[in-house]
């Protein structure tokens, strides 16, 4: 197979897993013509359609179809065979693809970019935020970043955060028209902010617990979204109560006071951040670096490089 040839097959490859040539293109390093170029040399050398387009989406043929399913795993087998072939060396390089929750991107791996590239110039990161768990292993990813009881099976799992706890809040002006909660059971009473899980699209049952005992249930009130800021600033525009992660923003507009908690006694502790990846084949050096820096265990190199 001369190397144009394999070349199309892993751009194929790439649109099927992305459902969108934008995507890919954005993958590959490629402009979305010269994806579209690529695609349809490898349609003409072929004699055969492999993707159905329309304006809005782009899903494989019954061929293409066929053709994926038994390209891909060669694809991964020849990845994961050059990725071993680096790993012999010791040496960090190549690209390394990570798959996070958008809070794991923004309060873990920003803060440690620059460090890391300095710390190893030969790996490129391809950070994908992507709050819907995907699959890392069909996305071809090396690894995954996901609270800890959302993680997928058969995964090799190295904790990033400590146990998070879970706040109710809601503003003071919210509480001094409808009063404050004092057990769960209050909150059939009130006005409530639902979480809807991206991806899955289910929405969150609250969960408490007090003395070991546990309470799981709906609730119900005038929003519900799956993006973080949007239902922070419901609460803080009045609209109910919110149950969410311990997490920066909320703790300063508590202690602003323009949120307040409620509930505290009831509020339970949810796990961590995890890194994961397949326990199928060794961590290649950059991997293993990059989690080295995300748990800050490059520090005490770094501390006596700038001595």
Not at 54 to 83: F, H, K, N
Not at 117 to 146: E, K, Q, T
Not at 177 to 206: M, Q, T, V
Not at 272 to 281: A, D, F, K, Q
């Amino acid at each position: 197979m001369r190397g144009s040839e394999f070349a199309e097959l892993k751009a194929f490859a790439a649109v099927v897993e992305r459902a969108s040539f934008a995507r890919a293109a954005d993958h590959l390093g490629l402009s979305a013509s010269a994806l579209s170029q690529t695609i349809r040399q490898l349609e003409g050398r072929l004699g055969v359609r492999l993707l159905n387009r329309t304006t809005r989406s782009v899903a494989p043929t019954t061929a293409g179809s066929r053709l994926y399913e038994r390209i891909a795993p060669v694809i991964v087998e020849m990845d994961a065979a050059v990725a071993d072939a680096v790993a012999s060396t010791g040496r960090a390089a190549g690209t390394l693809r990570i798959n996070t929750l958008g809070m794991a991107a923004k309060k873990i791996i920003a803060p440690r970019l620059g460090r890391f590239h300095r710390a190893h110039p030969d790996v490129v990161l391809d950070i994908v935020i992507d709050d819907g768990l995907s699959d890392v292993v069909a996305g071809r990813f090396d690894a995954g970043i996901r609270v800890g009881e959302r993680l997928e099976k058969d995964m090799i799992a190295v904790r990033l955060t400590p146990d998070v706890r879970m706040l109710a809040v809601a503003s003071p002006g919210y509480l001094a028209l409808r009063g404050e909660p004092k057990a769960p059971a209050d909150l059939h009473r009130h006005a409530c902010i639902n979480w809807r899980f991206p991806g899955s699209g289910r929405i969150y049952r609250w969960e408490f617990e007090k003395k070991k005992k546990k309470l799981e249930m709906a609730v119900e009130g005038p929003l519900i979204s799956n993006h973080q800021d949007v239902v922070i600033e419901g609460a803080l525009q009045g609209l109910g109560i919110l149950y969410a992660y311990d997490n920066d923003r909320v703790v300063e507009e508590i202690e602003r006071g323009r949120l307040k908690r409620v509930l505290a006694h009831w509020s339970i502790t949810s796990p961590g951040l995890y890194l994961y990846y397949s326990n199928r084949r060794h961590p290649q050096p950059a991997l293993r670096a990059f989690i080295d820096c995300l748990l800050d265990r490059d520090e005490p190199a770094r501390r006596r490089q700038l001595k």
